[in-house]
């Protein structure tokens, strides 16, 4: 494996890992958070649901 190639896979690596244990879990937490925080500024502004 020459040089070149194995940069590339050391960067394939890097980015897997970023991807993968870094940027999903803080984009998933941001959805949900952001999802409860709209469901709870709606419940101040229009009330509990009603049954």
């Not at 690596?13 to 709606?42: C, E, K, Q, T």
């Amino acid at each position: 494996m020459s040089e070149n190639g194995a940069q590339t896979k050391r960067d394939e690596r890097i980015a897997f890992i970023l991807l993968a244990v870094v940027l999903a879990p803080a984009l998933s937490v941001a959805i949900v958070g952001g999802y409860g925080f709209i469901v709870w500024m709606s419940q101040i502004f229009f009330g509990p649901p009603v049954g």
